[in-house]
């Protein structure tokens, strides 16, 4: 169902790429309430790891679902995360075009659910191509500690979801080898 929706853009934004524009999910309101519903089905953890900007989009409702999903931590580019001290964090992630550099703050995942002295997030993001953001994604939140009601926290990422998968691509075989991957779409 999902699939049909979908627009596809040869060569953007550079030579050799084949954009898949994810924004018709959203300028239908049955089908964009359909996928919020299926993220939904998928999501075991409380906090929901977000990248800029379309992830944004699909994380924020699950906070009014009944899924159980109380805190979003977003991934910005730089410059666009407020922060005091060492509250952010920079890591570098490779995509598919070359590498860049996303931030995130401690703060924003010390707001989540504690269970058990950890907090399980699930990285949420619109494509996967060959998982190098999703990857360094989950090696920064795994290695970051952070405190919580004055105990030190660790952080394990319970699992993947994307809304479109790229098949033939290898993303998947990459990030199984940290937690399970979910995709609602194939193309």
Avoid: W
């Amino acid at each position: 169902m999902f699939e049909e929706v979908l627009k596809f853009y040869r060569d953007f934004p550079i030579p050799g790429i084949n954009f898949v524009d994810i924004v018709p999910l959203m300028q239908d309101r049955e089908v964009f309430g359909k996928l919020v519903s299926e993220i939904g089905k998928l999501v075991t953890a409380p906090s929901v790891a977000a990248p800029e900007a379309r992830a944004f989009f699909f994380s924020a409702p699950l906070l009014i679902s009944e899924t159980g999903v109380t805190n979003i931590v977003p991934f910005r580019k730089k410059g666009k995360l407020p922060h005091a001290g060492d509250d952010l964090q920079d890591i570098e992630i490779m995509k598919e075009y070359g590498a860049d550099h996303l931030y995130f703050r401690k703060s924003d995942i010390a707001a989540g659910k504690v269970e058990d002295g950890v907090i399980r997030i699930t990285i949420l993001d619109d494509i996967l191509a060959t998982g190098g953001t999703s990857e360094g994604i989950a090696k920064a939140l795994e290695a970051t500690k952070v405190i919580v009601d004055g105990k030190e926290c660790s952080v394990k990422v319970a699992e993947y979801i994307f809304v479109v998968e790229l098949n033939g691509l290898n993303g998947r075989e990459r990030l199984e080898k940290i937690a399970p991957v979910y995709s609602i779409a194939h193309v």
